[in-house]
Nanobody, 129 residues
Framework: QVQLVESGGGLVQAGGSLRLSCVAS????????MAWFRQAPAGNEREFVA?????????HYHDSVKGRFTISRDHNKNTVYLEMNGLKPEDTAVYYC?????????????????????WGQGTQVTVSS
């Protein structure tokens, strides 16, 4: 069983920055592709934000965050980060860490809240205008 614990959310003004962290624990955690998803209020679907491949550490981003967000992975600490710069009010959402075993970047990017794998409890990010 993989457990994911997110932290780092908060309230920030537009143009500001935040860094989210996701600490992963469990067997063979290095064989999981890791990703961040977000879910805006009012029952919107959970959407893909960024992912890092389990073996190559190659990254993949949603077009809306390219150039502003950076995903990275520290294998020694079993931690995935999401550095968010140039935040916009439309980035406001609950951000979820997601882990899927031996999964390609393309496959995880097509995922949703019903995808197989493991999810964290989420951390709220609020960007004020």
């Amino acid at each position: 069983q993989v457990q994911l614990v997110e932290s780092g959310g908060g309230l920030v003004q537009a143009g500001g920055s935040l860094r989210l962290s996701c600490v992963a624990s469990g067997p063979s955690i290095d064989t999981y592709t890791m990703a961040w998803f977000r879910q805006a209020p009012a029952g919107n679907e959970r959407e893909f934000v960024a992912a890092v491949h389990w073996s190559s550490d190659v990254t993949h981003y949603h077009d809306s965050v390219k150039g502003r967000f950076t995903i990275s992975r520290d294998h020694n600490k079993n931690t995935v980060y999401l550095e968010m710069n140039g935040l916009k009010p439309e980035d406001t959402a609950v951000y979820y860490c997601h882990a899927r075993h031996l999964t390609s970047l393309q496959a995880i990017a097509l995922g949703s809240s019903s995808s197989s794998g493991f999810w964290g409890q989420g951390t709220q990010v609020t960007v004020s205008s």
